[in-house]
């Protein structure tokens, strides 16, 4: 974690990992694959250690959408440094695994859970559920890269808190309310 906020991810060698974990090339081999695997394990325990375990209501989806916003505003660095690197495809699928169970809770609180009898049915909301899941995951690691891109451009100094008004403002179109949020 520490090697990706200094370096970008295609730069950091195996060895380079083993000297700060003080470990041998054997023992890395032993828990990972490769160099990539090993940034994507670090990036994901972080982020889901910096996520709440509870997502079973709507406001505690809304907390761990904007509690991963925070880690990403938190870690410019680390983005910018694995942004287009071979690790980087890797970290953005666990991301989306760690976001999905609450963009879930919100679709359905949007939808409504269907237990409709006809499978027909059934079947239309349950591709409605995935469709509108799919566009928040998104949506959130969207709004997520276009503030740090506005970060690391132009705009050094933009406050975190717009990227937390950014997503609140399309949560707010989507789910058609003002979502309250735990930060």
Sequence with gaps: MELAHEQRGDE????????????????????FHDRDEAITTAV????????????GS????????????????????????L???????????????????ACVILARSVLGDSSAADPAVRDRDTWREQALTT?????????????VEARTGDHADI????????????LRLLLGDAPPRDV
Excluded at 12 to 27: D, F, L, P
Excluded at 136 to 147: F, T
């Design 58 to 81: 709507k406001e505690e989806a809304l907390a761990l959408i904007h509690r991963f916003l925070g880690f990403t505003t938190g870690h410019v660095a680390l983005y910018t440094n």
């Design 135 to 147: 566009l928040l995951v998104g949506g959130v690691m969207e709004v997520s890269r276009r503030w």
């Design 159 to 170: 406050d975190p808190a717009i990227a937390h008004q950014m997503l609140d403002d399309c």
């Design 83 to 101: 942004y287009r690197s071979s690790a980087s495809e890797q970290v953005a699928t666990a991301a989306r695994t760690l976001l999905h169970p």
């Design 12 to 31: 950091i060698s195996v060895r380079q990992i083993t000297e700060r974990a003080g470990v041998s090339r054997q023992v890395f081999y032993l828990h």
């Design 44 to 55: 994901a325990d972080s982020l889901a250690e910096a996520l709440p375990r509870d997502t």
